[in-house]
Every structure is written in structure tokens, then in C-alpha cells.
């Protein structure tokens, strides 16, 4: 029967329309001869229309395909987005196997020590392309490229091809470069695609035992041995239901790459069948046990996301608390959150005033040889000391100090 | 049609017609180098014996009064735009006038807006000749494709102001909308159901026109208080039942941006103006009703407040948020040369302190002086800049007409011009090699800010020194350039072009600067 057969097998992939930002509609017919046919419309036509139609033909080649036709609907995407939207459409054909279509690739940043400022990580839903290209420029802490929630079932597959690419040819700014894979099984997929381009945390969803780490684990531990990289990949736990919360502080330790446990409440909440409110009184054990879990294992702890994008006072509100709460970061869904919550986690310049006098008495005392650290009349603690050296570790890496001095003590408190 | 035109090389290396539409033209000489000459030009000499003894200037509907003014084929009919996509008097008028068997008219308008796309089927129907004036959405495609007899015609508000005290567009019969107006002729925008605060666009074509109509919806008994347009310029005036759209003259309420890509570019242009010292008492700026300059203006705002800053005064385009610095006493004035929103239309009618202003007293430049040479600095838009600061603002770079020129050119001669321009668009990278049109020379605009950087140009050595060692992120044009093109693929194609011209921009002393070419099938 398929010996006749011109078509082999229509496929598709990607998005286009009026609405449509950034992305592309690819259709593929696969033939059995005749070379490439690309039929193209682009609102950028006039300026890229030649450009796009050269990038086809290098992709199609690089996967493998001698003989399709290819219609491509563009939205003025930028080439990464091309090279996956076809790559997708050539897979979905069941074609291209153990090829892949890469996109020129940019320096990969600087690796992350595992105690890096994590105050913001900004989720970018996976198949929204758009989103990617300036996500740095809004200065989070980290980006979160979401092949998990915000992803629909049947377009897995076509967001981990994007997500891979925008690994290697976005430019992220100073953002650490997380992925939120899927719930195993299909996160393995997930690992395939995205670990050879070294993202710095893996996200994982919906944790309740150590196993789901270690299984993750070792896979992220036999790609990269694989692929030769270098550099840390850490792992990151999202916390989402009363079993995992119970299981926190063994999730916590299950692996060596563990950096940062999460709590995702909308999950919590609804395991619990309970309203997920505004004030978050629901989740507050939750919340604690977790924060505790997290400091006992020697990860950072950090809360949910704050999801009405409108309510920039609410949001402080809640940064502010979790940060009252013994959390270091936060997640966020609007690029429009991430001042509102760094200026939350940063400490303020009172604390700040405090915690350095604290520490000036503290190596004056050092240096005198005492072993009491006084401060005017006051004696002080020594986890008091601990605590104002920590704080101001934090307002210095945060740039809440002002110009970097060689010592805290050098600082005139008068 | 156009073909057979003679072409010269202006002092901005354009190639430009040395006729349009039947009328010499002289070439762009450079920023300040045409000295005019002569006398302006002035209406004719009327009499009170001619007109009603009572002051009743009232006619039962258009045609009559068309009629009156003495409407024949190839007049030039003029219309103001304070009522932008909501006016429904400028097609009334031309329809009416196809109604008479009218033909060859030039449309003067003073913007035009896709509620106008109906001048589409008068030019198809020989009713309208050719349109000087803005062109964008339809009107623009079709003056694009070189469809339209004559050349376009693009003038900034104060070189259309030039143009027609200096002679070079003589209006026959100008029809004017106004909100409110009495028997008389006197007539404000500032009041009545279709209120649009301002009439300043519509000044000059009630000085200069032979004959001038005012159409208006709500008519009070004399006197019409205020009146910005003088009734003693007015020939007759007719009521009708609605002059346009109010949901679609003034917006409800203005929103900033919440594109956090363009609150990116608001803030650098805020903290620019504050961190090179631009913000400080007494100073004064310009912003429009474009999301950007909302969004600057809202984070300037807040600047001022935390400085302890006043401003002198600031120039509209008026929405609530410029309404809301004058309430807080963060400026003593706003001199508003329009007014887009509810607010600032309620503002100007009752704040004193809410001036409006004419294009002749902001923006001409053959004029003893202008407003905006006052301004300290103005915040505009784009299509594309090149390296050496020239921008257009008039095409898409494909070559199709897309904007009017506005009070933009007006504008360049602030003390700081300012582009707040993302830095692409849909893979389409703002910043390029050459300008496809050139609007408004290099020399005259100082900072491209976009929202991976900040450029400044090298010849305001004064800026470039007052911002170093900010934390702003200063970059030259072509660094901010070069990064965009990688992002997008590589350099764009350049758009295909007939060597037909369809419009020529003009420069603020009437000299021709560009021309607007026909673009590719």
C-alpha cells in the first residue's frame, strides 16, 4: 500500500494567526521525491522571507528530509523558534530520529554555586516563545522554562524541542537557567532533551519520596557523564501535596544536587480540599515544615507564586511574610512581580544598620581577644552575631550595602 | 501621472521631486537653512454687510452651506482631526459634495484616521483628487500602492501650519466639527456630548480658509464661552444630529502599558531624565498618549515626588495621568495641544491651569519662535533609527505608509529628544543601517532608548558626561544594533521599492526630506 503513496504522513506543529506573537505553523508532507517545496507566509516576509526559507532547507537537511513539501505560516518567530517548530513537525512525521536540528548556541553563563540568590525564579510557560527573548532583561533571579503545568499533553513533545533550543540560544541575562521537567515517566523525555544544554537547576513537580529524586538524579547524572558537561546541574524539589510535605526533610537530603525545595499551594490546597485563600492561613504548616525541613538539610527553602499579577500590594505582603517565615525566594508569573519581591527579601536599611554594628562590635571584640561581644551595655549572643553576619552577607550580594568593603567592621556605625 | 517628475539630491543625500501636485518645491537644505521671504499670505478682506445683521449664521445643512461657499471641482476642503477615529464630519462633508457631482477635490486634512477609509471610494469615484495630510491604515495601503492621483502630501501640525500662512496650501472652504458652538460661528471643543478639549488643529483653516463652516451637534445661544474658534472667521454654521463617535473621540480612561517589554523602555527613559539631571524645578516635557510615554510619565511622577521636583509646566496630549501631576501640584501648567481622554477634556474645561494651545503657538516654525523649542525634553516614537540618530517615523520599514507625522518633527527641537523604541519588532530590528524614510535628521534626536539599552548620540558630548557612572545602561547605537541582529537571524532584507514616488515628507520650513516610494506587489 505505501508503495504508492506520495504523502506519507501530514504532520504538524507550532501556532500562527492574528493573536499569534513569535511563533510559527509548520506543516510537513513527507514525499517520496522531488526534493523541498516550501511554501511560505510571514508578516516579516519582506525582511526575512529568504532568510526563513534557507533555514528550512538546512533544518530539513540536518533531520534528514530529502523530499517534502513544507508549509510554514510565521508570526515574525526568531530562528530558534523556526529550527523547533520544524524539528517538532518532522518528529510528529515519525521522521528524524536520533537527529537533531540545533540553533547557533550563545556562551553559556557563568555555572551556579549551590547557595546562589534564588529570591525570584519567573515561570515561562514552554510552548510561549514569545516570552523567552527578554526574559532576562526583567532581572530575576532565575527563569523557569515550564515544560510541566503550563504545557498541554499533546504539545509535550513540541515544548521540550523549543525549551531545549532556548537553552542554547537565548540569552538569559545574569538569570540562573532552570527547567521544570514533567512527573516521571515522561520527564525522562524531558532529560533527554534539556540536560545536554546544561540548565542549571531541574525542576522537579509534584515530589512525595526521596525515590522520584534519586530516579531523577541518576539520570541527570548519566546524560551529563554522557554528554561531557562540566558544570552543576542542581535539582530543586516542588513540594505539592500532604504526603510530600510529611516526606520533606528525606526529600530534602535525597541527593547532592538538592539546592532548593519549593511548595506548590494550588496542589497542596487541593489535596487537602480546602480553599487555597489569600492570606494563606491553610498552608501555613505547610509552609513552616517545609522551611524547617530545608534548613535542617542545609537547602534553601522558597515559597509558591503569588498568582494575582494585578495586586502588587498583596504580593509585597506575601514576600514580605515569607521572608518573616524563613523563605529565600519566590516563584513568579509576571515579570512585573520580580522588584516587588526583591525589594520584600531585601533587608531593611534599619536591620541592615543593626546587623553591622553587630558585626563591627563582634570583630572588635575579635580583635581584642574578649570572648564577650558587647554592644554599648549589651551583651550579645553568639547566634545573635551569627545572625547579623548572615544578614549581612544576604544585603551584600542583593547590592543592599551600597559600595563592597573589604570588612564589615571597616564600616563607621557612628 | 507621476511619472515625468524631475528629481533632485537634497542636503540629506534623499532623492526628491522638485514639483509636487502642479507646485515647485524646494529641497531640503539642512536644519536652519531656508531664510523665508515675503509677507505671509492672508485672507480676503470680508464685511459684516455681507452676513446677517442679527449674528445668526445658521444654514439648515451642509449641502446648503457648501453651496453657499461656493463648492466647485478641484477646491480644497479642509478638516481638523481633534475628533480621531470617532469624526464622522469630514466624510459627511466629502459625501456631500459627491452628492453635488463635485470632482478633483484635495482633502486637506489635518490628520486622518481609519474611520476615513470611505475617502478610499471618493478618490476610486473621481469626487477626491488627492489627499495632503497624514495617511495610515487604509488611506496609507492605498496611497502606498500608488493608487492616488496626486503626490501625498506629509506635513508635521506646524508645517502644516507653515504651509498655510506661508501660501503654499490655499484652503477654499474649511469644515470645521465642533463640539459646541453658538449662531455666530464661535465655537469650543471643551464642551457638549462630543467634547474633545482642544481645537488648536483647527485654527489655522479658520484664519486662512476663504470659507469656513462649523458643524455641531450642540448648539447653545451666543455666546459660546469659551471659543476657541473665533466666529468672526466663520461663514455659516450648521447643526446636525451627531458629529461622531464620543466612545471613540476621547477614551474613557487611558491605561498604562502592562507589556512589561515597554515599562522596560518607560523606566530607562525616566531614569535617564532624572540621572542626566533633565529633572530638576522648573523643568518642563512633552508626552503623548502612547503606551511608553504613559508609562514614562507614571515613573517620572514618581521620581519627581521622591526628589521634591516641580515641573514649570508640560506639554500634551493631555490623558488623566498628565491631569493627575497638575492636581498634585507637580507642574503649574499643562499647555495641551490635544486632549485623549475623558480627563484631561473634563481638566481643560475647568482647570485654568489646563491651557490649550495651537499648532502656531507650540510648533511653527516660521513663527518668532514655538512652544516646543521650550521644552526640556520630549519623549517620541519611532519606526526605525539608524546609526547616525536619523529616524522615521512615517513608513514601516517595508515601505508602506504607516503613521502621520504629528508634532513629532515640532518636537525634535527640544532641549532633549528623546526615542523610546523597542529594539525589534516581530524579528524586525528598530535600529538600522539607513532609515527607508527619513523624518527627522539625526542631528536633532540625542537618545535612543530601548529596552536593552540606552544610546546616546555622540554629538551630545553634554549628555553623554552628565550620565556617566549612573547605573543606566549606556550603550553606543550600534553595539544595542549589533546584539539585535543576532537575535533576529541577521540583517533584514531591504524592501522592495518601485521607483514610483507616492508622498513626500516635508521638513518644518516646507523643504521636501524624503519621498515616500511605491512599494513592491
Redesign the interface.
Known amino acids: 500500500m505505501a508503495t504508492t503513496a506520495n504523502v506519507k504522513t501530514r504532520s504538524e506543529a507550532g501556532r500562527s494567526g492574528p493573536d499569534v ?2 511563533d510559527l505553523r509548520v506543516v510537513l508532507e513527507p514525499r517520496d521525491a522531488g526534493g523541498i517545496e516550501i511554501e511560505l507566509q510571514s ?2 516576509a ?6 526563513i526559507r534557507a ?1 528550512a532547507q538546512q533544518v530539513l537537511a540536518e533531520l534528514g528530509i530529502q523530499h517534502a513539501r513544507i508549509t510554514i505560516e510565521d ?5 530558534f523558534v523556526i529550527a523547533a517548530r520544524i524539528e517538532a513537525a518532522v518528529r510528529r512525521a515519525g521522521l528524524g530520529q536520533g537527529r537533531r536540528a540545533l540553533p547557533e548556541s550563545v556562551p553559556l553563563p557563568a555555572a551556579s554555586p549551590c547557595d546562589r540568590l534564588r529570591r525570584t525564579r519567573l515561570y515561562l510557560p514552554g510552548t510561549e516563545p514569545k516570552y523567552f ?2 526574559a532576562g ?2 532581572g530575576p533571579d532565575a527563569i523557569i522554562l515550564d515544560l510541566e503545568d503550563a504545557v498541554h499533553p499533546a504539545e509535550k513533545d513540541a515544548a521540550r524541542i523549543l525549551v531545549r533550543n532556548a537553552l542554547r540560544a537565548v540569552d538569559f541575562g545574569g538569570a540562573e537557567r532552570m527547567v521544570r521537567i514533567n512527573q516521571l515517566p515522561l520527564g525522562y523525555w524531558d532529560l533527554e532533551e534539556v540536560i545536554p544544554e546544561a540548565p542549571d537547576v531541574v525542576l522537579i513537580p509534584k515530589v512525595e519520596h526521596p525515590e522520584q529524586v534519586l530516579a531523577v538524579e541518576e539520570r541527570v547524572t548519566q546524560i551529563a557523564a554522557r554528554c561531557k558537561i562540566d558544570r552543576p546541574i542542581w535539582l530543586m524539589s516542588i513540594l505539592e501535596s500532604a504526603l510530600g510535605i510529611e516526606n520533606a526533610f528525606a526529600i530534602a537530603t535525597a541527593s547532592e544536587r538538592m539546592v532548593a525545595m519549593s511548595i506548590g499551594l494550588e496542589d497542596y490546597t487541593a489535596d487537602l480540599g480546602v480553599v487555597k485563600s489569600a492570606e494563606g492561613r491553610e498552608s501555613m504548616y505547610a509552609r513552616l515544615r517545609l522551611v524547617n525541613a530545608a534548613h535542617a538539610a542545609r537547602i534553601q527553602a522558597s515559597d509558591s507564586v503569588y498568582s494575582d499579577v494585578g495586586d502588587m500590594d498583596g504580593l509585597s505582603r506575601w514576600a514580605e511574610s515569607a521572608r518573616a517565615l524563613g523563605f529565600e525566594g519566590m516563584g513568579c508569573v ?3 512581580q520580580i522588584p516587588v519581591i526583591h525589594q520584600a527579601f531585601q533587608p531593611s536599611p534599619a536591620e541592615i544598620e543593626k546587623a553591622l554594628k553587630i558585626v563591627a562590635a563582634f570583630e572588635e571584640a575579635q580583635r581584642r581577644g574578649l570572648g564577650v561581644v558587647s554592644l554599648g551595655s549589651k551583651m550579645i549572643d553568639a547566634p545573635v552575631v551569627q545572625r547579623a553576619l548572615k544578614l549581612v552577607e544576604q544585603a551584600r550580594r542583593m547590592g543592599a550595602l551600597g559600595k563592597p568593603t573589604s570588612g564589615a567592621g571597616n564600616l563607621d556605625t557612628t | 501621472m507621476n511619472n515625468g517628475l524631475e528629481f533632485a539630491q537634497n542636503a540629506a543625500g534623499r532623492l526628491v521631486p522638485i514639483e509636487v501636485n502642479g507646485r515647485k518645491q524646494a529641497p531640503f537644505l539642512g536644519v536652519g537653512q531656508r531664510r523665508p521671504e515675503g509677507p505671509k499670505t492672508a485672507p480676503l478682506v470680508r464685511s459684516a454687510r455681507d452676513y446677517p445683521a442679527n449674528g445668526d449664521k445658521r444654514l439648515p445643512d451642509l449641502e446648503t452651506a457648501l453651496r453657499a461657499c461656493g463648492l466647485r471641482d478641484g477646491m480644497t476642503i479642509s478638516n481638523h482631526h481633534h475628533l480621531r477615529d470617532g469624526d464622522a464630519v469630514a466624510l459627511m462633508a466629502l459625501n456631500t459634495a459627491a452628492r453635488m457631482g463635485i470632482r478633483d477635490l484635495m482633502w486637506f486634512p489635518s490628520a486622518s484616521f481609519p474611520a476615513q477609509a470611505g475617502v478610499i471610494e471618493l478618490m476610486e469615484a473621481g469626487v477626491v483628487h488627492h489627499i495632503e495630510g497624514s495617511m495610515n491604515g487604509p488611506l496609507g495601503d492605498y496611497c502606498s500602492q500608488g493608487k492616488m492621483r496626486g503626490l501625498g502630501v506629509l506635513r508635521s501640525h506646524g508645517g502644516r501650519w507653515q504651509a498655510i500662512q506661508d501660501g503654499e496650501v490655499h484652503i477654499d472652504i474649511a469644515v470645521i466639527a465642533a463640539p459646541t458652538a453658538d449662531p455666530f460661528g464661535n465655537a469650543t471643543g471643551t464642551l457638549g456630548k462630543s467634547a474633545c478639549g482642544s481645537l488648536g488643529f483647527a485654527l489655522a483653516d479658520s484664519m486662512y480658509a476663504d470659507r469656513v463652516i462649523v458643524v455641531t451637534d450642540n448648539l447653545v445661544p451666543f455666546p459660546c464661552v469659551p471659543w476657541q474658534i473665533s466666529g468672526n472667521d466663520v461663514d455659516c454654521v450648521v447643526e446636525v444630529s451627531s458629529i461622531g463617535d464620543p466612545a471613540k473621540i476621547v477614551s474613557g480612561t487611558t491605561q498604562i502599558t502592562r507589556s512589561p517589554d515597554r515599562l522596560k523602555i518607560a523606566e530607562h527613559v525616566a531614569r535617564f531624565i532624572r540621572d542626566a539631571g533633565i529633572m530638576r524645578n522648573g523643568f518642563s516635557f512633552q508626552a503623548g498618549a502612547g503606551g511608553i510615554a504613559l508609562a514614562f510619565v507614571d515613573y517620572l511622577r514618581g521620581m519627581m515626588k521622591d526628589a521634591g521636583v516641580k515641573a514649570r509646566f508640560v506639554r500634551g496630549g493631555s490623558t488623566r495621568y498628565l491631569v493627575e501631576l497638575l492636581r498634585e501640584g507637580l507642574t503649574d501648567y499643562i499647555l495641551d495641544g490635544q486632549t485623549f481622554d475623558l480627563a484631561g477634556v473634563q481638566s481643560m474645561a475647568s482647570d485654568p491651569r489646563h491651557v490649550p494651545t495651537s499648532p502656531f503657538t507650540s510648533y511653527n516654525y516660521h513663527g518668532k519662535g514655538f512652544f516646543n523649542q521650550l521644552v526640556d525634553v520630549v519623549v517620541l516614537g519611532a519606526t526605525e533609527v539608524d546609526v547616525n540618530f536619523n529616524a522615521n517615523v512615517v513608513t514601516h520599514s517595508d515601505g508602506r505608509l504607516l503613521h502621520g507625522i504629528g508634532g513629532w518633527q515640532n518636537c525634535l527641537f527640544a532641549g532633549c529628544t528623546i526615542l523610546a523604541v523597542p529594539s525589534f519588532r516581530d524579528r524586525i530590528p528598530v535600529i538600522v543601517d539607513e532609515v527607508t524614510t527619513l523624518t527627522g535628521p539625526g542631528e536633532m534626536i540625542d537618545v535612543v532608548a530601548t529596552e536593552r539599552g540606552i544610546a546616546i548620540n555622540p554629538r551630545r558630548e553634554d549628555l553623554l558626561s552628565a550620565v556617566n557612572g549612573s547605573s543606566l545602561p549606556i550603550r553606543p547605537i550600534q553595539d544595542i544594533q549589533r546584539e539585535v541582529e543576532k537575535i533576529c537571524g541577521g540583517k533584514p532584507q531591504r524592501p522592495r521599492l518601485r521607483q514610483n514616488p507616492v508622498a513626500v515628507v516635508k521638513w518644518v520650513d516646507g523643504t521636501v526630506l524624503d519621498t515616500v516610494w511605491q512599494v513592491g506587489d
Request: no cysteine; net charge neutral; hydrophobic share 30%.
Open positions: 506573537r513569535s508578516r516579516v519582506a525582511y526575512y522571507g529568504d532568510s533555514q508570526e515574525g518567530a526568531l530562528p527573548i527578554n532583561l526583567h509576571h515579570p512585573l
